[in-house]
């Protein structure tokens, strides 16, 4: 007892503090060996290949073809982080519209007249995605409707915003049907 107590009263704080970080390392990985703790990899419940639907509002356009075109590729940034090309597997657009009252508590929609050039776009692209509780995960980020992303192709940079994500059409038949609740979840607006 002598002994130990003559070891202790050598130790200097820098060797306490040593000895502690190597015990409470040996803490947790015990811990997480015993399964008590998730890791990230235990997170991820399923990868499966995502529909991302990009909306982009008042896009103006001269041409008479529209900047996007399904089988194309296209580079996607995510929260201004470059990511990497994509597939275009949709593309939806029409002229800027305006309610025009008609008669009595009637009204009609027609093309802005105004706006010629002003068109909205919704443009699909595929990605691969790791699927955890909190949503579909692509490069790293968290998919959510409501993000800001941009497109650039060729002749185009445009900054759109996620509308909605959901399991890809090729994928359905191959995904566990839990894990596509899980993705259109709160997601699916259609």
Do not use: W
């Amino acid at each position: 007892m002598e002994n130990i107590l003559k070891l202790v009263k050598k130790l200097r704080p820098l060797d306490i503090i040593i000895i502690a970080v190597i015990l409470l390392a040996l803490i947790i990985g015990a811990v997480t060996a015993l399964g008590k703790r998730a890791t990230s990899s235990k997170q991820i419940e399923a990868s499966t290949k995502v529909d991302i639907e990009v909306y982009f509002r008042g896009v103006v356009v001269t041409s008479n073809n529209s900047p996007f075109e399904v089988g194309d590729e296209t580079f996607i940034t995510i929260r201004n982080v470059p990511y990497t090309k994509l597939k275009i597997t949709s593309v939806n657009y029409d002229r800027k519209k305006v309610i025009l009252p008609v008669g009595e508590r009637g009204y009609q929609v027609i093309d802005d007249l105004t706006a010629p050039f002003n068109y909205d776009f919704l443009v699909t692209v595929e990605d691969d995605a790791k699927i955890t509780k909190d949503g579909a995960v692509v490069g790293g980020n968290k998919i959510k409707i409501g993000l800001p992303v941009t497109l650039e192709g060729v002749d185009y940079r445009l900054n759109g915003i996620v509308s909605n994500i959901s399991v890809s059409k090729k994928a359905e038949n191959t995904v566990n049907s839990d894990i596509e609740k899980q993705v259109n979840k709160n997601q699916d607006v259609h």
